[in-house]
């Protein structure tokens, strides 16, 4: 008995607190997607009005669209480096521990200094070494320039991005048999034949869950886009999250960006559920 | 001891009482604050006890010179105890606050939407005939008038300390190519060539922060586009068509005397590039001055009007009011406030302000001025100054950004076009 009261006592106040904390934000958030709350004072129920006028507002469109273009193509970078990179520190190599912490190290940075570094990189360190070789491309900071600024976002998000991802690519191939592999070279596989037939089908559970983990994260891309370029030049960085933000707290658009959020919610929760639908199809099982 | 059942009775039952309260946190933090407000009345009534004023401000860079100014009274007026509250996010705080009908004692802000909104909701004490609103700089005057409402009579807050935005220049680098501060927009593109031609950067644009680019644009915009603007655009007897061609053209003119990489720098990059001499002038307000310092102390600064016309005369400069002073109508300690608030605005006490604060001063009667503003003195007692038109356009109308766009592809009619189009979406919503 008194062993399931321990048990009680260690789980209740967590259920208490995220529901506080979590669950009721966000059912309250999802009532005043019906209003037209300013995120103070009066309001009153409008109905489907705000879900309407998504339709008819370029400027979230485009966060929608830009957003998503940069997930998928960070999404992919991310796990084919960091599957690369874990392969490598995998390996039978002088420093390996060393090089696992180097390549961790980007994970506990903060994004912040990430990003402010990273802008001065680009502001300053990039254009005069472009300078110097000539190459006109080069002079000028990237984010700067509306059709150019993604390839910065992208370079740093993914920079970032690797060493967590990195980490569960290498628990995974820690849980690949050795046998397997004595046998295929017994065999005489190729090393390329050994990864696609039997390395990467037997860590496809961690491929999965990286995959899944690694688009969420950059679908709710916030901080590393308001250190490097606050959604500019003009709009044409600005993410969802971002432009829920900047309407809801400081342009006092509070219902009509509670209702962006819940429909980002429903795509969010749809596109992770395809996916462990599709990859954990194709995961096998010793 | 505990059953089972018991024990998890208690539990939901604690769980439960969590969330009632939470539910209704706001009725229990209102009646905290009444039982707290009577205490105070009551004790206010008693001669010899202690007062305790909040002063509220919403500007995060001035708290040690309020508490300064108020170690000060308090110590002339033992009876009375100033808190001094400056907190991040502070403009939000207070629309809460009212929606609560908490305000605070004392409430010092800027002539920003939040007080405008502030004066309409009639919760602010009205200054009108106070003895304290004759000595105001009658264009500082106007403008806390026009952000309530557009032909509002009433002055619901007094004008304490502004901040200006024009061209700051290098005195050392205009001395050494021979040049005069300009007065007409046509002398003023005459001076960039000349800078140009001596092979240096008439201006230092840090447009990667899209804010920046308001600063140029709201000088041209007061002189351009007219005062009714916004009001006009609003009732649809105005477009940015017809009224901001002009700016668009001059905004464009600009651009083009700068350094080439005018997108891809920060106002952090201007404020050291234009203090170590990268730039001759740079577009930016008073509020860049001691950045700009810290970069290189040793920088002659000078600071004069954009002029956006050729009619030297008629040229206003955007001075916005950065502090005013006002207090709720039903103030629960009226005298003592008011006690206050005119300490403020003596002339020793006000100098000290301005000059702690580098700042201008809203009072006729204190004449102090940085020397880097002295260019500036004229159009300022003439009044020919006005509060930023940005803080005019709709909240949810992307203006410095629409703004930065069209600075990269130079589409003017696309980019008027989309003004309009933004605009109307933004008042609709």
Redesign the interface.
């Known amino acids: 008995?008194a062993k399931?009261?321990t048990f009680?006592v260690m789980t209740?106040p967590a259920m208490?607190l995220f529901?506080?904390f979590q669950t009721?934000p966000t059912i309250q958030g999802i009532f005043y997607s019906f209003t037209n709350w300013k995120?103070?004072?009066d309001w009153e129920f409008v109905g489907l009005d705000n879900f309407l006028?998504f339709f008819r507002?370029d400027?979230t469109q485009h966060a929608y669209s830009f957003t998503f273009g940069y997930s998928i193509l960070s999404t992919i970078l991310v796990n084919v480096i960091s599957l690369f990179v874990a392969l490598g520190l995998n390996a039978k190599i002088k420093f390996q521990k060393t090089l696992r912490a180097i390549y961790f190290l980007p994970n506990i940075l903060s994004v912040l200094i990430i990003g402010f570094i990273f802008?001065f990189i680009?502001?300053?360190v990039i254009?005069e070494l472009g300078a110097s070789l000539g190459i006109g491309l080069l002079?000028?900071?990237?984010?700067?320039?509306?059709n150019l600024a993604w390839i910065g976002i992208v370079l740093v998000a993914v920079w970032q991005a690797v060493a967590f991802n990195t980490i569960l690519y290498l628990a995974g191939l820690q849980t690949v048999p050795m046998e397997l592999y004595e046998a295929a070279r017994i065999d005489g596989a190729s090393r390329w034949i050994e990864f696609w037939k039997i390395t990467f089908p037997l860590i496809a559970p961690f491929f999965t869950i990286n995959v899944v983990v690694a688009m969420r994260e950059f679908l709710m891309a916030f901080d590393h886009i308001v250190a490097l370029?606050?959604?500019?030049?003009?709009?044409?960085t600005e993410t969802i999250s971002l432009l829920i933000y900047r309407?809801a707290?400081q342009?006092?658009?509070f219902a009509?960006q509670s209702a962006n959020a819940v429909l980002y919610l429903i795509a969010i929760v749809l596109i992770s559920v395809l996916q462990i639908y599709f990859l954990q199809k194709r995961e096998v099982e010793l | 001891m505990f059953n089972n059942k018991k024990f998890l009775s208690i539990l939901l039952a604690a769980v439960f009482a969590v969330l009632v309260l939470a539910g209704c946190n706001s009725e229990v933090g209102n009646a905290s604050n009444d039982s707290a407000n009577n205490e105070e009345t009551d004790s206010s009534s008693n001669e010899g006890e202690v007062v305790e004023l909040e002063l509220f401000s919403t500007k995060t860079e001035n708290p040690e010179t309020y508490q300064r100014l108020v170690d000060k009274f308090e110590a002339e007026n033992p009876n009375i105890k100033v808190e001094v509250v400056s907190q991040p996010d502070s403009l939000t705080v207070l629309k809460t606050r009212l929606t609560k009908n908490d305000l605070p004692d004392i409430i010092a802000t800027g002539g920003n939407p939040t007080f405008g909104e502030l004066g309409r909701a009639g919760v602010l004490k009205d200054f009108t005939d106070s003895p304290l609103v004759d000595d105001i700089n009658e264009g500082f005057l106007y403008q806390v008038k026009d952000i309530v409402s557009y032909d509002e009579e009433n002055v619901y807050g007094i004008p304490y300390a502004g901040n200006a935005v024009g061209v700051l220049y290098n005195k050392a680098k205009f001395k050494e190519l021979g040049l005069e501060i300009p007065t007409t927009w046509d002398e003023f593109i005459e001076v960039a060539d000349k800078i140009e031609a001596a092979g240096e950067v008439p201006f230092y644009h840090t447009w990667k922060d899209a804010w920046t680019i308001t600063v140029p644009w709201n000088d041209l915009v007061i002189n351009i586009a007219g005062d009714d603007f916004a009001q006009s655009k609003t009732e649809g007897e105005a477009t940015f068509i017809d009224r901001y061609s002009e700016v668009a053209d001059k905004m464009l003119t600009l651009r083009d005397y700068s350094h080439n990489d005018v997108f891809g720098k920060s106002y952090a990059d201007g404020n050291q590039a234009f203090a170590n001499g990268e730039s001759v002038m740079y577009l930016q307000g008073n509020f860049a001055v001691p950045a700009i310092k810290e970069f290189n102390p040793d920088i002659e600064l000078g600071m004069f009007t954009l002029p956006a016309l050729n009619d030297a005369d008629e040229n206003m400069f955007v001075a916005s009011v950065d502090v005013l002073f006002t207090m709720p109508k039903d103030a629960e300690h009226p005298e003592e406030t008011m006690k206050f608030i005119e300490f403020m605005y003596e002339e020793e006490n006000a100098t000290q302000y301005m000059e702690e604060q580098f700042a201008i001063s809203a009072m006729n009667n204190v004449t102090y001025i940085d020397p880097i503003m002295e260019p500036l003195k004229d159009k300022l007692a003439e009044g020919k100054i006005r509060q930023a038109p940005t803080h005019y356009y709709p909240a949810g109308f992307p203006a410095a950004q629409s703004i930065q766009e069209f600075l990269i592809d130079g589409d003017k009619d696309a980019f008027l076009k989309k003004m309009d189009k933004d605009w109307d979406a933004a008042v609709a919503n």
Not at chain 1, 139 to 146: A, S, T, W, Y
Not at chain 1, 229 to 236: A, D, R
């Open positions: 008995m399931k009261h009680y209740i208490v529901f506080l009721y995120g103070y004072g006028r507002d400027r802008g680009f502001s300053h254009p002079e000028k900071n990237i984010l700067g320039n509306p370029t606050n959604g500019g030049p003009g709009t044409s309407g707290f342009d006092g658009d009509y």
